[in-house]
């Protein structure tokens, strides 16, 4: 997918919630992470397989 996507997220308390949208609705992604010491590493891998497509195998891109 490309383009932009939209949502929101905050920390309280030991964990961290996001909820990601892409434009048309196509993609939606809530997470919720219990584990605000973490950092945002594992949303972001989620994020990206979600909203982010895959490079093709002979390295052309997608």
């Not at 989620?46 to 390295?59: H, K, N, Q, R, T």
């Amino acid at each position: 997918m490309r383009g932009h996507s939209l949502g929101n997220g905050g920390a309280t308390y030991g964990s961290w919630t996001y909820a990601v949208g892409s434009q048309d609705g196509a993609h939606m992604l809530t997470s919720n992470m219990n584990g605000d010491w973490t950092g945002s590493g594992p949303f972001d891998d989620v994020l990206a397989a979600e909203f982010c497509p895959a490079e093709p195998s002979d390295g052309t891109p997608g």
